[in-house]
Nanobody, 132 residues
Framework: QVQLVESGGGSVQSGESLRLSCEAS????????IGWFRQTPGKEREGVAT???????TYADAVKGRFTISRDNAKNTLYLQMNSLKPEDTAMYYC??????????????????????????WGKGTLVTISS
């Protein structure tokens, strides 16, 4: 089964940048949707950014213009470039993916995005702390 491992988290000051990585192992087929989510104590996970199987990206309003999601299929790695970081970006960041194939060949009615709740594979997270 696919396993996801995040890395790249750390502690930086407001305005600085970080790049998170998520390496996938035992990949047998492309994911319908892959992305980044984050969670702070006392709050539920929220979607940050996603990319679908066709390469289309979607971002949460809070990170638009500052974060960029990308992937390297050859390396089975997902990235999240985070620029102009703010204290409110402090959270545990998780990568996740939906590896379930479409039930209908050549047709998929699912919508990949920060609010998609069909992810079936999750990493353990990497902590990002932004100080003012």
């Amino acid at each position: 089964q696919v396993q996801l491992v995040e890395s790249g988290g750390g502690s930086v000051q407001s305005g600085e940048s970080l790049r998170l990585s998520c390496e996938a192992s035992s990949v047998t087929h492309s994911a319908f949707c892959i992305g980044w989510f984050r969670q702070t104590p006392g709050k539920e996970r929220e979607g940050v950014a996603t990319v679908d199987s066709g390469g289309s990206t979607t971002y949460a309003d809070a990170v638009k213009g500052r974060f960029t999601i990308s992937r390297d299929n050859a390396k089975n790695t997902l990235y999240l470039q985070m620029n102009s970081l703010k204290p409110e970006d402090t959270a545990m960041y998780y990568c996740a993916a939906d590896f379930t194939p479409s039930l209908i060949p050549h047709e998929d009615l699912r919508e990949c995005g920060p609010y998609y709740n069909g992810m079936d594979t999750w990493g353990k997270g990497t902590l990002v702390t932004i100080s003012s």
